[in-house]
């Protein structure tokens, strides 16, 4: 299985600031298809994950924009440009490229 | 804009087989992949594998002896199954849109305890 390894495991960031994440993988995320199979979640307490960003980059429906991710290969990156009271919660990133699936195991982020 | 619900039983003993259903509401079912994840203290998510509309799937080796998944799209539906589950299985189970999942359930919370 590709392991996928997060850094930090948690953060405490004030509002207004930015945030990073890395993930890191065992092997290329890119696909032969062309593309490059890195997802990343949004776990706000007591809810379901929710997906932001897939294929490395790519906002999904409705995240704001203050959301972005970058990488490649085996080295990825989410950033928060400027941190707000709501993005608090666990994030995970995933790779698919190569079943089975798997996660990272998580950074938590609070508002300090 | 789409919608998850599952359901299934929340309390099993050590041996029982767990079984779960996701409905799915607003939007195609015929155009996705669906997908079963799961959570738990110790091993964090988990991927257990997905099926089409058609029924093919992939699961995940560490639980493909015990997994069958199905899906009637008559009803808009997918299940889960896994056989003879443990402690280890103990976790929330989480149906979603996308072999890649982009749309989640809520959850159905499991415990298996004697």
């Known amino acids: 299985d590709i392991m996928v390894t997060q850094t930090p495991l948690s953060l405490s960031v004030t509002p207004g600031q930015p945030a990073s994440i890395s993930c890191k993988s065992t092997q290329s995320l890119l696909h032969s298809d062309g593309k490059t199979y890195m997802y990343w979640y949004l776990q706000k307490p007591d809810q379901p994950p929710q997906l932001l960003i897939y294929e490395v980059s790519i906002r999904f429906s409705e995240v704001p924009e203050r959301f972005s991710g970058s990488g490649s290969g085996t080295d990825f990156t989410l950033k928060i440009s400027r941190v707000e009271a709501e993005d608090v919660g666990v994030y995970y990133c995933?790779?698919?490229?190569?079943?089975?699936?798997?996660f990272g195991q998580g950074t938590k982020l609070e508002i300090k | 804009q789409v919608q998850l619900q599952q359901w299934g039983a929340g309390l099993l003993k050590p041996s029982e087989t767990l079984s779960l259903t996701c409905a799915v509401y607003g939007g195609s079912f015929t155009d996705y992949f669906w997908s079963w994840i799961r959570q738990s203290p110790g091993k964090g998510l988990e991927w257990i594998g997905e099926i089409s509309y058609r029924g093919v799937t992939n699961y995940n080796p560490s639980l493909k002896s015990r997994v069958t998944m199905l899906a009637d799209a008559s009803k808009n539906q997918f299940s889960l199954t896994l056989t003879s589950v443990t402690a280890a299985d103990t976790g929330v189970y989480y149906c979603?849109?996308?072999?890649?999942?982009?749309?989640w359930g809520q959850g159905t919370p499991v415990t298996v305890s004697s």
């Open positions: 979603a849109r996308g072999g890649r999942p982009r749309i």
């Open positions: 995933m790779q698919s490229v190569q079943f089975p699936y798997t």
